[in-house]
């Protein structure tokens, strides 16, 4: 059961296709180990005089006569599978597991048994069978069909001794005293009549010393027979197997003892999971195999910072909180942490381990960069190329707007940081959070930060700390709770690193176009070589950075719920292949003429004085829920706003989610922009 949790684990982590790619290329697992076994390679890397340094691909091709080259790969695949290591490129030796298919070890014996392949192929026969699609006989199986006998495997093997000895490896029964059996699958693998047979066997051979132990794992997800005639039967919860004792077709731990008189369990933990009850291996192995972050809360007031920029923290819990994340951030695992913009999902940036855990915990694409977040100018100075000076623009943006929510491009040097934070490209982005305990962390910790928002990829990004536990849950050890985020978009992400001088703003957030140009008109008054403050999509257009992004947000879809999300313009003009629609009549259109009995419950994002409220109000047959977006003239408040909202409708289960545009003015060009990645359609309404 401990390895089916850790399979469940391994499936919260493991991005879906990965997980069909890896059971695609499975078949290749046994056709390797017998290359690995029958060609040889296995015993001269065995009998090297050290088998430690292992051997290189030369060193096989001169002894074993075989192409360096597809050799090269087969080792490879190997060594993903934990049957080799690649001790240095191109050098492999044996592990821990390979060891137990050596001459006269019984893992060699079972890994060469023929058949194995052809006994799988008749998987699908075995359960379409006219005959046996319901049997759960011993000698109504695939391996039946595979080998073309009605024996049962124990009755087969006892005919065919020489499957018991292959390739030096032989199994062999021991009498005798001070023996420990050790048994697995026998309760998940054969039934009632054969489980009790082996046991009965064992029994015979034990002496009085003997131990058994044994290791098992019974799952029926599904069907359970209880009765003859009832081939299908009822499915069965285990609380109910454990009173009523013995059931047709099912043997629960507690009648071992009672059946076999000897033998005894030791430590047997039996789960029927059905889906009846909806029980999954997930919420059963939680209790004991998966544990819930700690979420530390810290008090923002209590954090202040002296002239040389290090952190003074007032309050003992704000102090504790701290260093257990920056404790965490050391053993390099990522921390939660909040900013002014979203909550952040923190890693040691230049800590190239550190840093995969985030992509790991997010499943987000590796060609998605991160920002890297320092906490003052030195620590800024560390992480760019040596000798670099900033430009003038540049440190006219960093004395306006840092700390705050405003990203910058630079130069990277690929020694410094990793290229698992830059996706590989020639900049880096970094920013000064203006948030005190996010400052207070990364100068505490000593290090910089890579930290995208803490929430799965695609999701809507987190303001608070209840919407990262919510969302990813176990993924994380450490959650420091700092309050909602006062600006709730992401930074806005500006590249001056162009020849032409301009400001190119690749991403609107927190800090405003509007802010930006009157820097520039300060600091250029008289037009004289005055930079143009240019964004990206609205000013121009570059399809090369956005296959490439050199910043987050750029290439992929997100911010969207589990719910579909629909941005209504009500102001803007459609284009010219796009009608507007009567509200009435889009409203109408949300109702599922089909379900006439089944009440819509619809999300609604809009401000305090949109006539959709009023609208929706009125409407007959759909349940609203409405979430404001703030006065129409505070574009701040509604970016602020936006993904609480979402996350808050989501959390409430309505089916679907409206969004009223907003004016893509100040914090308004961010707020649209977001919503346009979140949504999964666009409606243009006409108010009569």
């Given at each position: 059961?401990?390895?089916?949790?850790?399979?469940?684990?391994?499936?919260?982590?493991?991005?879906?296709?990965?997980?069909?790619?890896?059971?695609?290329?499975?078949?290749?697992?046994?056709?390797?180990?017998?290359?690995?076994?029958?060609?040889?390679?296995?015993?001269?890397?065995?009998?090297?005089?050290?088998?430690?340094?292992?051997?290189?691909?030369?060193?096989?091709?001169?002894?074993?006569?075989?192409?360096?080259?597809?050799?090269?790969?087969?080792?490879?695949?190997?060594?993903?599978?934990?049957?080799?290591?690649?001790?240095?490129?191109?050098?492999?030796?044996?592990?821990?597991?390979?060891?137990?298919?050596?001459?006269?070890?019984?893992?060699?014996?079972?890994?060469?048994?023929?058949?194995?392949?052809?006994?799988?192929?008749?998987?699908?026969?075995?359960?379409?069978?006219?005959?046996?699609?319901?049997?759960?006989?011993?000698?109504?199986?695939?391996?039946?069909?595979?080998?073309?006998?009605?024996?049962?495997?124990?009755?087969?093997?006892?005919?065919?001794?020489?499957?018991?000895?292959?390739?030096?490896?032989?199994?062999?029964?021991?009498?005798?005293?001070?023996?420990?059996?050790?048994?697995?699958?026998?309760?998940?693998?054969?039934?009632?009549?054969?489980?009790?047979?082996?046991?009965?066997?064992?029994?015979e051979a034990a002496g009085s010393d003997t131990k058994v132990l044994i290791i098992d794992m019974v799952i029926y997800p599904c069907i359970i027979r209880e009765a003859e005639g009832n081939t299908r039967g009822p499915i069965v919860d285990l609380d109910e197997l454990r009173h009523a004792g013995a059931v047709s077709g099912v043997l629960v731990p507690e009648v071992f003892l009672e059946r076999t008189r000897k033998i005894s369990t030791l430590g047997m933990n039996a789960r029927l999971l059905a889906h009846k009850s909806r029980r999954t291996l997930l919420k059963s192995f939680r209790p004991s195999a998966m544990t819930l972050p700690s979420v530390l809360r810290c008090t923002p007031s209590s954090i202040t910072f002296s002239g040389d920029?290090?952190?003074?923290?007032?309050?003992?819990?704000?102090?504790?909180?701290?260093?257990?994340?920056?404790?965490?951030?050391?053993?390099?695992?990522?921390?939660?942490?909040?900013?002014?913009?979203?909550?952040?999902?923190?890693?040691?940036?230049?800590?190239?381990?550190?840093?995969?855990?985030?992509?790991?915990?997010?499943?987000?694409?590796?060609?998605?960069?991160?920002?890297?977040?320092?906490?003052?100018?030195?620590?800024?100075?560390?992480?760019?190329?040596?000798?670099?000076?900033?430009?003038?623009?540049?440190?006219?943006?960093?004395?306006?707007?840092?700390?705050?929510?405003?990203?910058?491009?630079?130069?990277?040097?690929?020694?410094?940081?990793?290229?698992?934070?830059?996706?590989?490209?020639?900049?880096?982005?970094?920013?000064?959070?203006?948030?005190?305990?996010?400052?207070?962390?990364?100068?505490?910790?000593?290090?910089?930060?890579?930290?995208?928002?803490?929430?799965?990829?695609?999701?809507?990004?987190?303001?608070?700390?209840?919407?990262?536990?919510?969302?990813?849950?176990?993924?994380?050890?450490?959650?420091?709770?700092?309050?909602?985020?006062?600006?709730?978009?992401?930074?806005?992400?500006?590249?001056?690193?162009?020849?032409?001088?301009?400001?190119?703003?690749?991403?609107?957030?927190?800090?405003?176009?509007?802010?930006?140009?009157?820097?520039?008109?300060?600091?250029?008054?008289?037009?004289?070589?005055?930079?143009?403050?240019?964004?990206?999509?609205?000013?121009?257009?570059?399809?090369?950075?956005?296959?490439?992004?050199?910043?987050?947000?750029?290439?992929?879809?997100?911010?969207?719920?589990?719910?579909?999300?629909?941005?209504?313009?009500?102001?803007?003009?459609?284009?010219?292949?796009?009608?507007?629609?009567?509200?009435?009549?889009?409203?109408?259109?949300?109702?599922?003429?089909?379900?006439?009995?089944?009440?819509?419950?619809?999300?609604?994002?809009?401000?305090?004085?949109?006539?959709?409220?009023?609208?929706?109000?009125?409407?007959?047959?759909?349940?609203?829920?409405?979430?404001?977006?703030?006065?129409?003239?505070?574009?701040?408040?509604?970016?602020?706003?936006?993904?609480?909202?979402?996350?808050?409708?989501?959390?409430?289960?309505?089916?679907?989610?409206?969004?009223?545009?907003?004016?893509?003015?100040?914090?308004?060009?961010?707020?649209?922009?977001?919503?346009?990645?979140?949504?999964?359609?666009?409606?243009?309404?006409?108010?009569?």
């Amino acid at each position: 059961m401990s390895q089916a949790a850790m399979g469940q684990i391994k499936n919260l982590l493991q991005n879906p296709f990965e997980k069909v790619r890896e059971h695609c290329f499975a078949v290749y697992d046994s056709a390797c180990l017998d290359i690995f076994v029958k060609t040889g390679i296995l015993d001269f890397l065995a009998e090297l005089p050290d088998r430690r340094l292992g051997a290189d691909l030369q060193q096989l091709h001169e002894a074993l006569d075989l192409d360096s080259v597809k050799l090269a790969v087969i080792l490879r695949y190997l060594s993903t599978q934990g049957w080799l290591n690649e001790r240095e490129e191109g050098i492999f030796c044996l592990t821990r597991s390979s060891l137990e298919l050596c001459r006269g070890r019984g893992g060699r014996a079972l890994v060469m048994t023929p058949g194995r392949a052809d006994i799988a192929s008749k998987t699908l026969q075995m359960i379409t069978h006219p005959e046996w699609r319901y049997s759960t006989a011993a000698n109504h199986t695939a391996f039946q069909l595979a080998n073309d006998t009605s024996l049962p495997f124990f009755s087969y093997l006892e005919q065919k001794p020489e499957l018991l000895d292959l390739w030096g490896a032989s199994i062999k029964i021991r009498r005798g005293d001070s023996i420990v059996y050790l048994l697995r699958h026998i309760l998940h693998n054969w039934s009632d009549d054969s489980s009790i047979t082996i046991l009965k066997l064992l029994a015979e051979a034990a002496g009085s010393d003997t131990k058994v132990l044994i290791i098992d794992m019974v799952i029926y997800p599904c069907i359970i027979r209880e009765a003859e005639g009832n081939t299908r039967g009822p499915i069965v919860d285990l609380d109910e197997l454990r009173h009523a004792g013995a059931v047709s077709g099912v043997l629960v731990p507690e009648v071992f003892l009672e059946r076999t008189r000897k033998i005894s369990t030791l430590g047997m933990n039996a789960r029927l999971l059905a889906h009846k009850s909806r029980r999954t291996l997930l919420k059963s192995f939680r209790p004991s195999a998966m544990t819930l972050p700690s979420v530390l809360r810290c008090t923002p007031s209590s954090i202040t910072f002296s002239g040389d920029g290090d952190p003074v923290v007032s309050s003992p819990e704000t102090t504790s909180a701290l260093e257990a994340a920056s404790r965490v951030l050391h053993d390099r695992r990522p921390v939660v942490f909040p900013t002014e913009t979203v909550y952040g999902l923190g890693a040691l940036a230049l800590n190239s381990r550190a840093v995969s855990q985030i992509f790991s915990t997010k499943g987000r694409p590796p060609d998605n960069p991160l920002i890297v977040h320092v906490s003052s100018r030195a620590m800024l100075s560390s992480v760019l190329p040596k000798g670099y000076q900033i430009s003038r623009l540049n440190e006219l943006l960093i004395g306006r707007f840092w700390p705050g929510p405003l990203t910058l491009l630079f130069p990277c040097d690929p020694t410094i940081v990793p290229s698992i934070v830059t996706a590989g490209q020639p900049t880096v982005a970094i920013r000064m959070p203006s948030h005190v305990v996010a400052r207070a962390l990364i100068a505490g910790t000593g290090a910089p930060l890579a930290a995208p928002s803490a929430n799965s990829s695609g999701k809507p990004s987190p303001t608070r700390a209840e919407h990262v536990l919510q969302d990813l849950g176990e993924k994380v050890d450490l959650i420091l709770d700092g309050g909602p985020c006062d600006v709730g978009v992401e930074s806005t992400v500006v590249d001056a690193l162009h020849e032409d001088g301009n400001v190119r703003i690749l991403r609107p957030g927190g800090v405003t176009v509007e802010d930006i140009e009157a820097l520039v008109s300060k600091m250029y008054p008289h037009n004289e070589n005055k930079p143009q403050v240019l964004v990206h999509r609205r000013d121009y257009q570059d399809e090369a950075i956005e296959h490439a992004p050199t910043t987050p947000g750029m290439k992929y879809r997100h911010y969207s719920p589990s719910v579909p999300v629909t941005l209504l313009y009500t102001t803007t003009d459609p284009p010219p292949d796009q009608q507007s629609i009567a509200a009435s009549d889009f409203l109408s259109s949300l109702l599922d003429s089909s379900r006439p009995i089944v009440i819509p419950r619809v999300g609604l994002l809009a401000s305090d004085e949109s006539p959709l409220v009023r609208i929706a109000e009125s409407s007959y047959g759909i349940q609203w829920v409405y979430r404001s977006l703030g006065p129409a003239d505070n574009p701040a408040i509604a970016a602020q706003r936006l993904f609480d909202g979402l996350l808050s409708l989501e959390k409430d289960g309505v089916t679907q989610i409206l969004v009223e545009e907003v004016k893509e003015v100040k914090e308004g060009l961010a707020f649209m922009n977001r919503i346009r990645k979140a949504a999964g359609a666009s409606v243009w309404i006409r108010i009569v």
